[in-house]
């Protein structure tokens, strides 16, 4: 088993909701933050929310703020990104990764610092 894998894409229209989970069986999360990231083709990468479990403190970028949510359940070891009021311009491949070192902050703009990435879940917003 991979230690992280990502579940959940899949094509909706504008206005729809998708729940997207991230296994992440290899990481203690009390000892890792969880992010989830985003890259369109031709488009940079971008972070799109993180949780760090340990301190219960999230980050979200300003682009999903108010309309995705990040949680997290211990018992079933996965972190879930929760996506209402889907635009087009989410439509991207969805990867989890994990940061063992900003582990009770966790943030979205030093990618490099997280160390541990899925193989990605597509997400088409189009009606």
């Given at each position: ?72 359940d211990n ?46 879940t597509q ?5």
């Amino acid at each position: 088993q991979l230690p992280l894998v990502e579940s959940g894409g899949g094509l909706v229209q504008p206005g729809g909701s998708l729940r997207l989970s991230c296994e992440v069986s290899g990481f203690d999360l009390n000892y890792f933050a969880i992010g989830w990231f985003r890259q369109a083709p031709g488009k940079e990468r971008e972070g799109v929310s993180c949780l760090s479990h340990n301190t219960g403190y999230t980050n979200y970028a300003a682009s999903v703020k108010g309309r995705f949510t990040i949680s997290g359940d211990n018992a079933k070891r996965t972190v879930y990104l929760q996506m209402n009021s889907l635009k087009p311009e989410d439509t991207a491949v969805y990867y989890c990764a994990a940061d063992g070192r900003n582990y009770r902050l966790c943030g979205l703009t030093r990618e490099q610092e997280y160390h541990s990435w899925g193989q990605g879940t597509q997400v088409t917003v189009s009606s």
